[in-house]
């Protein structure tokens, strides 16, 4: 994610009055430069958590609060620590099983005609989705032939 999408964040949270103190904001923006989601150890390790002197309870609590309000997303490779990542643009995940890596990926065009379709055959009403997609990735699906 690019700084402007994190200014943007940012701008549009504390316009919905969202506040951003207690470590919210520096956490949001560890999550924005990282490569890919973190887990709670990695944030806590980082730089700029450790500049600004956040301890451990904090941390946990301002993801918990994060989390709760949609800002960011937590998922988990079976069994393993939770990790943290920014859910600004909605998104699916592809999560490789060999190296355990995850990406994202903004494909969801088929979803929203299936979507109406669930709407018209059984007229329930959908607000959200979740789907990941287990696989191999790049690399690890190259080492494999
Ligand atoms: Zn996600
Ligand atoms: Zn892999
Ligand atoms: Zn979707």
Redesign the pocket.
Known sequence: MINKDLDKLLLALREQGCRLSGGREILLSVLAAAKGPLSAAEILISPAVKRANINRATVYRALSFLEKENIIESLRLDGDERLYHLNFH???HLLCTACKKIEAVH??GL??REEKKIAADTGFKVQR?V?EFYGLCKNCAAKKK
Request: hydrophobic share 35%; net charge neutral; proline share 0%.
């Open positions: 909605h998104h699916h494909v969801c979803l929203g989705h789907l």
